[in-house]
């Protein structure tokens, strides 16, 4: 997939080498982690260059996954379908914990269901001791719209803090196909929809955890080849060097 490099020449240059170091080539254990006293991350490992790439072929490009377990998945002509039927996120993702800087993509496509609810992905993801999630999402609604979500954990219910709103997009496809693009360098978090720059956002709170696809409020979306470089911890790449 064609991953558009960012414009600062800055952001391209580190891209550039992670991307190169990724070619020459991570599982975390379910640690519980309070936001008050993380854990060391070097105890799940050194980081080291990876590619993860799943095209859900079939279902065994998911073993191994987690999900939370508040909607329904299947793999179905080769793409991975997400359905919640409630309000809430349904998540569903690989253990590989990323460290640090990583370049994420994957295609999606809106089925049925919420035109206001939104769908995505999640990064720098992990679990505290209360069973509340922290890290990143970028999500997108079916009437084209997006916003950038971060957890915390540490209000009852786990609510949300919009580092963007929810705000309008003409790159966002409405009831369509749309790719999206995560490129987090450091503290800088850029967006891409269908290789179009759509925000930044500059925030260091969470630095290192899982990835995810997600999917809220009585829809059914679908999802193909995730396509995540970066570093890991504990993992082998999913692309041969």
């Known amino acids: 997939m064609h991953c558009p490099m960012p414009q ?11 991307l190169a170091a990724a070619v020459a080539g991570c599982d975390s254990p379910d640690r519980a982690v309070s936001p008050e006293a993380p854990f060391d991350w070097e105890d799940l490992g050194p980081a080291r260059a990876i590619s993860y790439q799943i095209d859900f072929a079939d279902t065994e490009a998911v073993h191994g996954w987690v999900t939370n377990d508040v ?5 179905a002509d080769g793409r991975l379908l997400l359905h919640r039927g409630e309000r809430f996120f349904m998540s569903m ?7 640090g800087d990583l370049d994420l993509t994957v ?23 209360d069973n509340y999630v922290l890290g990143y999402g970028f999500v997108i609604t079916a009437a084209g719209r997006y916003s950038v979500l971060r957890w ?12 963007i709103e929810w705000t309008e997009s003409a790159a966002i496809n409405p009831f369509g196909a749309n790719d999206l693009q995560v490129i987090a360098v ?8 269908n290789g179009t720059h759509v925000g930044t956002v500059v925030d260091d ?21 995730l396509d995540v470089r970066g570093f890991a911890r504990g993992a082998a790449s999913t692309e041969d060097p």
């Open 186 to 193: 450091a503290d800088t978090l850029r967006f891409l929809a």
């Open 8 to 18: 600062d020449a800055t952001l391209r240059r580190r891209i550039a080498i992670l």
């Open 107 to 129: 295609q999606t496509q809106w089925m049925r269901g919420s035109v206001t609810g939104g769908y995505g992905v999640t990064w720098r993801a992990r679990v505290n001791r």
């Open 205 to 225: 709170r969470h630095s290192e955890g899982r990835v995810g696809l997600i999917v809220e409020d009585e829809q059914q979306v679908s999802f193909d080849d």
């Open 152 to 163: 915390d954990g540490e209000k009852p219910g786990n609510p949300p803090v919009f580092l």
């Open 93 to 99: 993702g690989p253990t590989v914990h990323f460290a």
């Open 71 to 75: 909607g329904t998945w299947e793999i």
